[in-house]
T-cell receptor, first 113, second 113 residues
Framework: DVKVTQSSRYLVKRTGEKVFLECVQDMDHENMFWYRQDPGLGLRLIYFSYDVKMKEKGDIPEGYSVSREKKERFSLILESASTNQTSMYLC????????????FGPGTRLTVT | GENVEQHPSTLSVQEGDSAVIKCTYSDSASNYFPWYKQELGKGPQLIIDIRSNVGEKKDQRIAVTLNKTAKHFSLHITETQPEDSAVYFCAASIDTNAGKSTFGDGTTLTVKP
């Protein structure tokens, strides 16, 4: 069974703090993704990575950066958290190629106060 | 880029009735169309997918149809049960190494016992 784990289920941070969200997958998947989920807006892609040290911007990259130093780990970084980054963050991984399902982690509910 | 529209945003049916969720996509190059189910407190999970060379696919009570000419695809759930209550997302993907998907905004399905 593929397992995608996220470092925290719930996180509360203050405005201006640097925030790290960690994602680890155990199935040697090449591709990894970070989404944010907001009511009525579906899943919006922040960044994705198709290989170690490779990354590409998704649809809403502003205010975020990512790091992929090892194949199994993909980190999302909020350089200076703001209240409009309060959201549910979902990580996913998949094999390379288009016709493979994405496996999602349980999500991290981030609140920025 | 790809744009995926999903309707309806909410759907309420009686147990035993059928439910239909519809999606349209904009990029004719999209060739993989997965459907994900997200239960409360969990990440989305693939329930069925279809590739562009197929018009219909069935798996027990769920089926997906694809009309490439009209650029729309639909999820059909028959004999609905309370455990079908969840948020459903459609997605469209283009064949690239990254294989990233564009998601619809989601449909909240409620099945009343």
């Amino acid at each position: 069974d593929v397992k995608v784990t996220q470092s925290s289920r719930y996180l509360v941070k203050r405005t201006g703090e640097k925030v790290f969200l960690e994602c680890v997958q155990d199935m040697d998947h090449e591709n990894m993704f970070w989404y944010r989920q907001d009511p009525g807006l579906g899943l919006r892609l922040i960044y994705f990575s198709y290989d170690v040290k490779m990354k590409e911007k998704g649809d809403i990259p502003e205010g975020y950066s990512v790091s992929r130093e090892k194949k199994e780990r993909f980190s999302l970084i909020l350089e200076s958290a703001s209240t409009n980054q309060t959201s549910m963050y979902l990580c996913a991984s998949k094999l390379a190629g288009v016709s493979y399902e994405q496996y999602f982690g349980p999500g991290t509910r981030l609140t920025v106060t | 880029g790809e744009n995926v529209e999903q309707h309806p945003s909410t759907l309420s049916v009686q147990e035993g009735d059928s439910a239909v969720i519809k999606c349209t996509y904009s990029d004719s190059a999209s060739n993989y169309f997965p459907w994900y189910k997200q239960e409360l407190g969990k990440g989305p999970q693939l329930i069925i997918d279809i590739r562009s060379n197929v018009g219909e696919k069935k798996d027990q009570r769920i089926a997906v149809t694809l009309n490439k000419t009209a650029k729309h695809f639909s999820l059909h759930i028959t004999e609905t049960q309370p455990e079908d209550s969840a948020v459903y997302f459609c997605a469209a993907s283009i064949d690239t190494n990254a294989g990233k998907s564009t998601f619809g905004d989601g449909t909240t399905l409620t099945v009343k016992p």
